[in-house]
């Protein structure tokens, strides 16, 4: 019999989001209603309002409302008068760079990215990412010098169940929380979408077990392909991390991705991963 898991997927927009972790009486729901908020912001966002906030988390306007004058009170967001919105605050970015500063494994991943981005060439992008949320969060990048790139860069969050990244997070995660996960994904995904989206999962997972990697050909972006692996850190309590390297289709083609930089990839992952483990202050 197939494992239940605890998880309650979300009510859907505008009903507001529920508790998701109920019976925790140490959770405190209006901290994660509030955190939910600033999580609603994207990269690519400028201001936004009470309404398109409560669209995007799912609660309450009223709710929503309440929030924003707390975080605005806080600093954690700036209202704009003439616009009626908000937007981020500094003190976002300081917690950010704090999170970052903590993880020396950017700095010792750093140099053997710009190699393998020095070898893909041609505007290629490697990066290093953990799970925020359904999404991965790109925690350092590399690129290489080319006509186009991928306009992402550290804090770009791309798709967990669409991407090459994402798709090797979850071949390292633990079981409970990869099923979990791919409940979540498929109440995001919808009954339409999700089959063909949990086939490339499966088949990415399967191809870690495999072969080390997983290739994307063109699911998270038409013209896009990528390599990624997973990396396990030495800490059994340190987030599971990866890292992928993508590209232009016609630069990245699918057989130099498996025949040249999946092995490159694999082997900086096994190289770095040896240093860590002798240094366990990384």
Not at 147 to 162: D, E, F, H, K, P
């Amino acid at each position: 019999m197939r494992k239940r898991s605890n998880y309650k997927s979300p009510k859907a927009k505008g009903s507001g989001r529920r508790n998701p972790f109920p019976g925790d009486r140490q959770f405190v729901g209006a901290l994660y209603r509030g955190l939910e908020i600033l999580r609603c912001f994207r990269r690519t966002d400028g201001s936004l309002g009470n309404q398109e906030l409560a669209k995007r988390s799912g609660l309450p306007k009223a709710t929503v409302s309440r929030l924003t004058y707390t975080l605005s009170k806080l600093g954690y967001l700036v209202y704009s008068s003439d616009e009626g919105k908000y937007r981020m605050g500094v003190p976002v970015l300081g917690l950010g760079y704090t999170c970052l500063g903590g993880m020396k494994i950017r700095e010792v991943m750093q140099p053997h990215m710009q190699e393998v981005a020095e070898y893909a060439g041609d505007g290629a992008l490697v990066s290093l990412g953990a799970r925020d949320d359904l999404t991965i969060t790109y925690l350092a990048c590399a690129r290489s010098v080319g006509v186009i790139s991928l306009q992402l860069s550290v804090g770009s969050r791309i798709s967990l169940a669409r991407s090459s990244i994402g798709r090797a997070y979850l071949a390292a995660a633990r079981d409970e929380e990869r099923e979990s996960l791919m409940e979540r994904m498929r109440a995001h995904y919808g009954e339409e979408r999700w089959p063909s989206i949990r086939k490339g999962i499966m088949r990415s997972l399967q191809e870690v077990r495999t072969e080390g990697y997983c290739v994307n050909f063109g699911d998270w972006h038409p013209q896009i392909n990528a390599v990624a692996v997973p990396f396990r850190p030495a800490h059994a309590d340190a987030p599971v991390l990866a890292v992928n390297c993508g590209g232009p289709s016609y630069v990245l083609t699918a057989e130099r991705l498996r025949k040249s930089l999946a092995p490159r990839l694999v082997e900086m992952v096994r190289r770095v991963a040896s240093y860590t483990h002798m240094d366990t202050s990384a």
